[in-house]
């Protein structure tokens, strides 16, 4: 084994010191400094890697059992160890850091600023600059549709590239900058130290719901993807607060929900978009938090323990380093349209194509095709939600993949359009509202049967390996429940309040 003392560069800023050559020593294994965003000690450290392969290290003699849920005889031992080698600066913290947490870890403040930070990130991301970006990747993809489809004669292969292929894959590739500005957020407040100040923010509130503020780190996470979220519950120490927390993660809504809440927001409230996907997040919070509660009540019998939370100091992220990682996270997206969402795109224009049948005046009649009646023939369990059989689709669909709902009702509502050339250039969300079927309550209640309803495969499968298939049924059984139930009552009290 080898330790690398990372950050090295934040230690000696502060004016500490450490002999590391010593610590190596005690615990019987080599340490190096090194600061891996420069590159400082990294040659070395890979050098020290290769000597130790296949050598034993000598600190099992002496070693000593440490019961780890116990804070105090943890930190006990660290001292122990770094007794006489590890000089501390009289200043601490840096007062930078100390000026800055002043104000963002104050009592009320700093859950007032974390918010507005929150729904900045949340307008960047909807609304300032990403609905820009995606207009121009919408009018490239309607241009490509339009010249392969020039190219190529009338008929269903015509219609599979340009509908199925071009329409399903490009209709879900538009939002990719959505959640790549999403990532770059989220990076940004992890690389600058911000991230554990909102997990301390939220602390108390947490605790009311019976977890801790450790749990809340996933739950932002779960904001990107649902899948490492559960699987970064491994940091929590205490099995009943990393069940419970993993039980909710889903309920914290994945970038793949974006192009849903999107479409509909852009169809249904074109001026009011962030506020109204910034509430469809909020209410994913408010009913995990609730049922965090409930669960840790009633549901897992296990004991709590306290728990000690570190604050890094501020530093300036690397620019590279939250590209790097947001580019990460925004290919596994990339690779998803590809594979998956292209395969199901294919599937889904075949069901939606077949049986071929035109009313004279040369449109698709979409309900006798084999997804019409699949949509039909579940159409009254969605009834009370104000759903058309499009959308009942659309969700089952999306039980794959989230991205696939939008994918589903491109490819679906596509087949509804008129031969001129200007109705053809329209996108989903015009589509959605020139049905005059749904309207903005049934939108929303959309949005919420979306944001609760069955997390995709991966995490359930995820959840599966984390903590049990018994709790993988759960989640699928609960989620699914409750998305029905909270967008009924949504959209039936809504109905009643128009009257």
């Known amino acids: 084994m080898v330790g690398a003392l990372n950050m090295y560069d934040e230690l000696e800023k502060k004016g500490d010191s450490i002999e590391y050559e010593e610590l190596s020593r005690r615990l019987g294994m ?38 780890t849920n116990n804070t105090g005889e943890s930190y006990a031992f660290i001292n122990q160890v770094l007794e006489g080698i590890y000089t501390k600066s009289k200043s601490g913290k840096s007062k930078i850091t100390s000026r800055i ?53 009338d008929g269903w292969l015509k219609d599979l590239i340009c509908d199925g292929i071009i329409g399903g894959v490009g209709g879900v590739l538009v939002f990719l900058p959505n959640i790549l500005i999403l990532f770059i957020c989220v990076s940004f407040m992890e690389e600058s130290g911000y991230m554990a100040r909102a997990a301390f923010i939220l602390d108390r509130i947490m605790r009311i719901f019976g977890l801790h503020g450790k749990s809340f780190i996933p739950m932002i996470c779960g904001f990107g993807c649902n899948v490492p979220a559960i699987m970064s519950t491994r940091g929590i120490e205490n099995r009943k607060n990393r069940l ?71 530093r300036l992220p690397s ?21 998956v969402i292209l395969a199901a795109s294919i599937i889904i224009w075949v069901l939606s194509y077949f049986p071929h049948h035109e009313t004279p005046e040369g449109n698709l009649k979409t309900e006798e095709t084999c997804i019409g009646r699949i949509g039909k023939f579940i159409e009254p369990i969605f009834k009370p939600q104000g759903f058309t059989w499009q959308m009942d689709v659309g969700l089952i669909s999306g039980m794959g993949a989230k991205e696939l709902v939008v ?93």
Request: charged residues 20%; hydrophobic residues 50%; contains cysteine.
């Open 101 to 153: 947490d002043a104000i963002v870890t104050n009592r009320w403040l700093g859950f007032i600023i974390f918010a507005l930070i929150i729904f900045i990130i949340f307008g960047f991301t909807f609304d300032w600059c990403g609905n820009h970006i995606m207009d121009l990747i919408d009018a490239f993809f309607g241009w490509l549709s339009e010249k392969v489809g020039s190219l190529l004669d």
């Open 244 to 314: 419970v927390t993993i039980l909710v993660c889903s309920l914290f809504s994945c970038s793949a929900r974006i192009p849903v809440y999107t479409v509909l927001a852009n169809a249904f409230f074109p001026n009011r978009v962030t506020p109204i996907i910034f509430s469809v997040y909020v209410v994913g919070i408010v009913i995990a938090l609730i049922l965090a509660k409930l669960f840790s009540v009633f549901l897992v019998k296990e004991k709590e323990m306290n728990y000690l939370m570190e604050l890094p100091e501020y």
């Open 319 to 339: 620019i590279l380093n939250v590209l790097k990682h947001a580019w990460e996270r925004g290919k596994q997206y990339l690779m998803k349209m590809g594979t």
């Open 30 to 67: 080599k340490f190096l400094p090194t600061t891996s965003k420069y590159g400082k000690g990294l040659k070395q450290l890979f050098d020290e890697v290769l000597k130790a392969k296949d050598s034993i290290p000598n600190f099992i003699e002496q070693a000593r059992i440490i019961d």
């Open 407 to 499: 994918s589903t009702l491109n490819i679906v509502y596509g087949g509804d359009e008129e031969a001129e050339e200007e109705e053809q250039s329209k996108n989903l969300s015009e589509k959605l509202k020139d049905t005059g079927i749904l309207n903005a309550n049934g939108a929303y209640a959309y949005m919420l049967f979306s944001l609760l309803y069955f997390p995709c495969i991966a995490t359930i499968a995820t959840i599966g390996h984390e903590a049990g298939w018994k709790w993988a049924g759960f989640s699928i059984t609960y989620t699914c429940l409750l998305a029905w139930i909270v967008s009924a009552i949504y959209y039936q009290l809504s109905q009643l309040l128009i009257k």
